[in-house]
């Protein structure tokens, strides 16, 4: 690889894990900063990969970050909270990254954005990648941009959070039930990152990344309840009470497994622009179908997910 000293921001992640590993693989030098550096366990092992705590928030830690890389992988995201925090991890984060970078003479910079990226979009999630993509846009860093679809794969917290609910309830209830999506596999998104790092005819381009298949979200809900051996009713809520249901789940402890932002944002369908969709050539992947790779790990006979199941018996 030409560039080969990496920053990856939000590498500790479900997807950065695949990209991190993916870039370790190829001989990269990767550095991720974390905010807790053993929530990055799994990133520890590899040989090439530092892991660091460090607040990526604050301006010196940044430049201190960049300083002497060859390029910056910016992953960071949320899916629930409020609009200053959609503001702060979205585009301040975004906004900073790039400055970093231009004083720290790294040149090549991939941004991680979303299907739907849009600062007029129905959703402070869509609004907020669509700002931080105008600032993208803007800078002077030979940037790509990646749109994904939702994306699946062993440890994604989509259909393996419909598999979960499924165990425990007799009746799956959701709002927007007719709502598409077009799941893209993890390791076709860090192979799309990895393959466009040294390849200048990415630079200056944005790329939708999906999957060969169209599914509204009932058809998604089905399909990962059945995998996982549990065959439920999906029964789909009228959209007040999809809020409601929303409202609630933000009351409980914890991260939501719903949101009403997240509502805001199936207004919109998560597929690509133009259908059938084939990946753009230079990006070197093929779009994986999602049945034989996702009933793999839903049915939780996929090698990650087993010892996965292992570590969490033996609290590990
Ligand atoms: N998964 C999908 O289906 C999907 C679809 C479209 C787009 N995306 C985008 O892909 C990116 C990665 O998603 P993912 O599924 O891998 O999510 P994830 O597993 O939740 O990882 C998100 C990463 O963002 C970092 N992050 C979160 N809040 C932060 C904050 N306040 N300050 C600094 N860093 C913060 C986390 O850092 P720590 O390691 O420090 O916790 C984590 O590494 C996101 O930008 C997401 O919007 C995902």
Known sequence: MRHRNILVIGGA???????????????????????????????????????VEADVHDDASLQALAAGQDAAINLAGILHGSQARFEQVHVTLTQRLLDACAGARVRRYLHMSALGADPSGPSMYQRSKGRAEQAVRDSKLAWTIFQPSVIFGA??????????????APVLPIGGAEVKFQPVWVEDVAHAFVNSLDNEATVGRTYELCGPRVYTLRELVQFAAEAAGHRRPVLALPDGIARLQARLMELAPGEPLLSRDNLDSMKRDSVASRQPYAPAPELGISATPMEPEASLYLAGLHPRTRFGGFRARARR
Not at 20 to 47: M, N, Q, Y
Not at 155 to 168: C, K
């Open 155 to 168: 440890e994604d917290s989509f259909l393996n959070m419909f598999a979960r609910l499924a165990a425990i």
């Open 13 to 51: 992640g479900f997807v950065g894990r695949y990209i991190v590993s993916e870039l370790a693989g190829r001989g990269c030098r990767v550095l991720v900063p974390a905010r807790r550096r053993d929530r990055a366990k799994h990133l520890i092992t590899l040989p090439t990969c530092d892991v």
